[in-house]
């Protein structure tokens, strides 16, 4: 079933079809991305969110107020890989945590153009891996929304490349992943 939000943002582009300089907005994005990406001290406070620094790459918190060690989320937001966290993606997160038993991780990755893709894995591959000593890997989800599933997805192929347990669980929030596996016959249970 589709949101309400998409079926708006949707809208509003079909509304607005403004064209978009790509040369112009990539060189905004550097710029953007040159700075280190600051959590709204509003969203903080009103999601309780905890920023730690771990393997020189900021780092932040969410845990639910029951049990917050049984299960450990790793999740990669998405955003084109250009884009920081947004207000959203906080929302989304602190829902999550309120429905379940855990603590969710959210690297602030190195972003594109500024980075290559190398980098992204260089700093989030340690948290993964130290997640591995805090639970076992049945109890660990990797997740990503729009281009953090892609990132979530191809992290897993990294994970499997170097003998690193796998995620108990994925989950990945991409529709064109979805196409992509669908169309290459892979998809949950086999179908």
């Known amino acids: 079933m589709r949101s309400w939000q998409s079926f708006l943002v949707e809208r509003l582009l079909i509304l607005t079809k403004k064209q ?23 969203l903080q406070q009103k999601y309780n969110i905890l920023k730690i620094n771990t393997y020189s790459l900021d ?13 450990q989320i790793l999740y990669l937001h998405g955003g084109g890989y250009i884009e920081q966290p947004l207000s959203w993606h906080w929302r989304f997160l602190y829902q999550l945590t309120q429905k ?22 260089e700093k989030v591959l340690p948290i993964y891996e130290d997640l591995l000593t805090k639970v076992s890997p049945e109890n660990i989800v990797l997740m990503g929304d729009s281009a953090g599933g892609g990132f ?40």
Not at 172 to 191: A, D, F, V, Y
């Open 100 to 121: 379940l038993n855990g603590t969710i991780s959210v690297p602030v990755y190195p972003k594109a153009p500024n980075h290559q893709y190398k980098e992204a894995f």
């Open 20 to 42: 978009i300089n790509t040369a112009t907005y990539m060189e905004q994005k550097r710029i953007a991305n040159e700075t280190p990406y600051v959590l709204p001290a509003k």
């Open 59 to 71: 780092t932040y918190m969410l845990k639910s107020t029951s049990q917050p060690d049984t299960r």
């Open 152 to 191: 979530a997805l191809a992290l897993t192929q990294l994970l499997l490349e170097q003998g690193i347990s796998q995620p108990g669980n994925i989950i990945l929030l991409s529709p064109w992943l979805g196409h992509h596996l669908k169309s290459s016959g892979h998809s949950r249970n086999g179908k």
